[in-house]
């Protein structure tokens, strides 16, 4: 059966070559303006690329290109050859028209809009537009330059210029099975059906008339051509078949009763019929159908009733009356009338009847799904079918989607409508529509993928996949918005296993599944997909980043130190290989897998001289990958900030962007609180950019958003949050992650403000985007600029201060954990990537050397692996191992400061020191001891002790780290001193003076903006 399908708009005619068999693998959208939806219903599964010229209407294409799953834009004209052209925009952004050099200013913007106008308005009309030079380009270079795979279907809205746009397309047209032009009933409409005939296409249908409110004529269509020889133009006659013409004979009888019927009852619509309704033999079909689409019940049901009284035997007559009255709220006259058509049936045409009457409510429930979004009705539509059919799949497939458009899914459905107990029967259920099945599995794991039943109806699924590649798509999605947002790695692992069990050599989901199953503390499985990953990577770049997951691993884990060391090495050769090749066509995401490939470093050795160089030059080979596959936006953002730079500065507050995955109950998180607090909003227009934003509840993100003057809650594309930060045309743009993420990074190399500084989370990033680095005169030497990319700015004291930290009630205790009230008590509390091999012999050369000693070790990593780690040390070192004691993490960050109250003497880490927590221990009147070297990570501790005016305890040695660390723990009266200074700090030091620290960095804000202004850094 046939659906019957409304042939006078844009959607109905793509339906109907839908059906046909029309499948354009890249629909073109020439002159978007706010988007076409009709290509988007009818192809949702298609490329699309849309071409607008008014960059007013961007943000609003950008929002839809990031909700449609396979879908870019470009502003610039589509004309005939590439270079510029002349726009001219009406104010209210309702016309636009390239212009025409060889006429007037008002005659380029009468040939579109002089029949829209009343008369004498056209001049003000044109006196009220702007003209701008714009970007053009041809469809032809476009195509080969983005890459957009064939057939394409082609639609161009440009008003007046279509001659320009298809003149330009002339190779992608040999290519092309549909054009769909708008066209004035002038002159252009004849230039453009002449010149599609000269290209071999010809008129198949007219859609969406327009008229003119003047004199009500018609003055603009929509003309859609398919190839003369092309498979939809493949018979000229009426008729095609004898039996064509019999029904022909048969709807011309029934017409003649239905049009006596309405003449003789005068009912209330008598419609002139015209010649051509007289021979076509679905006039009064589409008749009813209007009616139905009109909402006018009565009538439709009116002509099925005569239908069947002429025709008795037509079931599809009951089918259709059925649902009328159905529709019109007579639900027992409906199944009353399907009965009356299936009555004296057999048992197999009654099954053939039966599928005929779902297919006809199948149609409608599609139709008002698709076209008018009616999902209420169209669920409706659906429970009769599963009264029908109790067990059609596929009807509670669709039954589920709906629900959820209505939002009145539960997440129970898949199991209480018996959908995964259907798709778990063995042997396998027949008949299920696999894409239709991704299509709800894929909306189900969108709405939500935490509900138990996702999961489960996830595996029911797998047994029926039909393209592996769509369910992984969809199965790694939903993991890695589990894992990241919601912060539930161990569920992730489940979906992403899924995903590899459809391809277990997947280079994606194996990274994927590695990061999962370490964040989920599952450390040995997690090395194990690294190690496989890289086994399975042929690619320099693809070796280069899963040597740098074996490595997050092991360092995630704690203790394997020996292995690690191995890893570390080969992964220098790795990248020193990678920067040589200077590769600058990488794909996205093999960029941003780059961008954090030399953490570790820093970790491993204290080093910068060497180690700085290589991340410089690794974060420019990634940067200049960035601007080459985003070199649209890059370019667009240089040129508005040389535009804005060129009319001066006003007086105006500086727009200051914050960019960061760490404003939460975060280390950073924690520390840039004064900040945003003591910011002068008189000076300072406040902006936060939250990347991958988390949907769980955290009091201390919505905080920052409480603090700001506009919060953007980001998802994981960079280029998504760099063109808002673009749009919002921030002045200086602070980043807060450096390369602990790379979504912070492929940001930032895209230069979206004109001054961008790095800042708190990390060592610099060396991305040449970056200007400045703040830092302070400690925590950096005096030399460090010469392997420094960024320039770096030193702030008069500190580069980071607080008013405090507030310190909840301690659950730990000494007699608890076994330790006499007299002994010393040394503690060290950072996660398993800072546990250097080096630095824990000394913790265990020190203990050794203090009697009655004991160590308390916490932080994230394996508890198993760091028992051994550090059991193995004690040993070697003498030290019996039941003076360890191994600490589990605490929920609340209150509690774990409290709890460092435990402790006599902090013992840091290197060459990684402590950053929050060095804060935390001073903050609480602890002793401690650290090791200072040369890079940032290894003078953090240092700069902090200097500003809170306590030097006991900062090691420039080993041996000064041992000897302090026994002087501190044998000396009790010094401690006494030291805890005494510190408490006294909290009213004069620098350290915890925010509000101070805070106008510091305004003012170097206002001087980096002052020196951009003239011209330098």
Not at 626 to 649: H, M, N, P
Not at 884 to 903: D, K, S, T, Y
Not at 926 to 944: H, K
Request: overall charge negative.
């Amino acid at each position: 059966m046939t659906t019957q399908i409304s042939r006078n708009s844009m959607l109905g005619s793509l339906l109907q070559l839908k059906q046909l068999g029309l499948k354009p693998k890249t629909v073109i959208d020439v002159g978007a303006a706010l988007g076409t939806p009709p290509l988007y219903t009818a192809f949702p599964e298609s490329r699309h690329f849309l071409i607008e010229p008014v960059v007013e209407n961007e943000p609003y294409l950008a929002k839809l290109c990031n909700k449609l799953e396979n879908a870019d834009y470009i502003i610039a004209a589509a004309a005939k050859k590439s270079g510029s052209v002349s726009l001219q925009v009406s104010r209210h952004l309702v016309w636009s028209s390239i212009e025409d050099g060889s006429k007037t200013q008002q005659e380029n913007f009468s040939v579109k809009n002089a029949s829209w106008l009343r008369e004498g308005e056209l001049l003000r009309a044109t006196q009220d537009s702007e003209l701008r030079t714009i970007s053009a380009i041809t469809l032809d270079e476009v195509c080969k330059e983005r890459r957009l795979s064939e057939p394409y279907l082609i639609k161009v809205d440009v008003d007046g210029a279509e001659l320009d746009v298809l003149t330009g397309a002339i190779q992608i047209l040999q290519e092309t099975e549909y054009v769909i032009v708008e066209a004035t009933i002038f002159e252009q409409m004849y230039d453009v059906i002449n010149f599609m005939k000269s290209q071999g296409f010809i008129i198949y249908d007219i859609v969406d008339p327009h008229y003119q409110p003047s004199d009500a004529a018609l003055c603009q269509i929509d003309m859609a051509f398919v190839k003369k020889s092309g498979k939809f133009k493949k018979n000229s006659r009426y008729c095609a078949t004898r039996e064509q013409e019999e029904l022909l004979v048969k709807h011309l009888e029934v017409y003649r009763k239905v049009l006596k019927s309405e003449i003789e009852s005068l009912g209330e619509s008598i419609s002139i019929k015209t010649e051509f309704e007289l021979y076509n033999p679905d006039f009064w079909q589409q008749k009813a159908q209007d009616y139905l689409i009109q909402g006018n019940y009565r009538m439709a049901a009116n002509l099925y009733e005569q239908a069947i009284e002429a025709e008795p035997d037509t079931k599809s007559h009951y089918w259709h009356l059925g649902l009328i009255l159905l529709l019109d709220g007579q639900e027992v006259e409906a199944q009353t009338t399907w009965l009356l058509g299936m009555a004296e049936g057999e048992p197999d045409q009654i099954e053939m009847w039966t599928a005929q009457l779902i297919e006809v409510l199948q149609a409608e429930a599609e139709r008002r799904r698709l076209d008018i979004g009616d999902y209420g009705v169209a669920w409706a539509i659906r429970q009769h079918i599963r009264e029908i059919n109790p067990t059609d799949i596929n009807n509670l497939l669709h039954s589920i989607g709906l629900s959820i458009l209505l939002e009145t899914y539960t997440g129970e459905e898949p199991s209480s409508l018996g959908v995964i107990e259907a798709l778990q029967a063995k042997p396998p259920i027949v008949g299920v529509d696999s894409e239709l099945l991704m299509q709800v599995l894929k909306s189900v794991l969108d709405f939500d993928a935490l509900h138990p039943c996702s999961l489960e109806f996830a595996e029911a699924c797998v047994a029926h996949v039909h393209n592996p590649q769509v369910f992984i798509e969809i199965a790694i999605t939903a993991s890695v918005e589990i894992a990241h947002s919601a912060l539930i790695p161990k569920l992730a692992v489940k979906f992403g296993e899924l995903a590899l069990s459809l391809d277990d050599k997947n280079l994606g989901i194996l990274q994927q599944l590695a990061v999962f199953y370490q964040n989920a503390g599952q450390y040995d499985e997690g090395i194990e997909v690294a190690k496989l990953r890289y086994s399975l990577s042929h690619e320099l770049p693809d070796k280069v980043f899963s040597n740098h997951q074996i490595m997050r691993g092991l360092m995630s884990a704690g203790g394997y130190w020996e292995e690690f060391s191995t890893v570390i090495k080969r992964h220098k050769l790795l990248l020193e290989s990678l920067i040589a090749q200077q590769s600058t066509s990488l794909h996205p995401i093999t960029v941003q897998n780059l961008f954090l490939t030399s953490f570790f470093f820093p970790y491993f050795q204290d080093d910068p001289k060497t180690n700085r160089p290589i991340q410089n030059q690794l974060s420019q080979l990634c940067q200049a990958n960035v601007q080459t596959y985003a070199k649209e936006q890059a370019e667009r953002y240089r040129q508005r900030q040389l535009s804005r730079k060129s009319l001066g500065v006003a007086a105006k507050p500086l727009k200051i962007g914050y960019v960061s995955h760490c404003l939460r109950r975060h280390s950073v998180g924690w520390l840039a609180r004064s900040l945003f607090q003591y910011h002068d909003r008189d000076r300072f227009q406040i902006y936060a950019y939250f990347m991958g934003n988390k949907k769980t509840q955290d009091s201390l993100q919505e905080w920052y958003v409480s603090q700001v003057f506009k919060a953007y809650k980001g998802g994981i594309s960079g280029i998504e949050i760099a063109e808002q930060i673009d749009r919002d045309e921030i002045d200086i743009l602070i980043d807060l992650d450096s390369i602990t993420i790379d979504i912070s990074c492929e940001t930032m190399a895209l230069k979206p403000a004109p001054v961008q500084v790095s800042w708190l989370g990390w060592d610099a990033s060396g991305l040449p985007a970056i200007d400045y680095f703040v830092a302070d005169p400690y925590v950096l030497p005096e030399f460090a600029q010469d392997y420094y990319t960024e320039k770096i700015w030193r702030l008069p004291q500190i580069y980071i201060a607080v008013d405090g930290f507030e310190v909840g009630v301690p659950t730990l205790r000494r007699d608890r954990l076994n330790i006499p009230s007299y002994a010393v008590v040394y503690l060290s509390a950072q996660r398993g990537y800072k546990r250097h091999l080096d630095t824990a012999r000394l913790q265990m050369k020190i203990l050794k050397e203090v009697p009655n000693s004991y160590f308390l070790i916490k932080g994230a990593a394996d508890e198993d692996s760091m028992k051994i780690f550090f059991n193995q040390l004690a040993e070697e070192e003498g030290v019996e191992c039941d003076r360890l004691r191994f600490l589990p993490e605490v929920a609340l960050e209150q509690v774990h400061r409290a709890n460092l109250g435990i402790a006599d003497v902090v013992l840091d880490t290197y060459p990684y020191n402590g950053a929050t927590t060095t804060l935390e221990t001073l903050w609480m009147g602890i002793p401690l001891v650290t090791r200072v070297g040369e890079q940032f990570a290894a003078r953090n501790s240092y700069t902090m002790m200097m500003n809170a005016g306590v030097t006991e305890g900062i090691a420039w040695t080993d041996e000064d780290y041992v000897e302090w660390g026994i002087r501190l723990g044998k000396d009790p009266v010094l401690r006494q001193q030291i805890s005494g200074k510190l408490r006294q700090s909290r009213q004069t030091s620098p350290l915890w003076n925010a509000e101070k620290f805070t106008r510091e960095m305004e003012n170097a804000y206002e001087q980096m903006w002052q020196r951009y202004i003239e011209g330098g850094h």
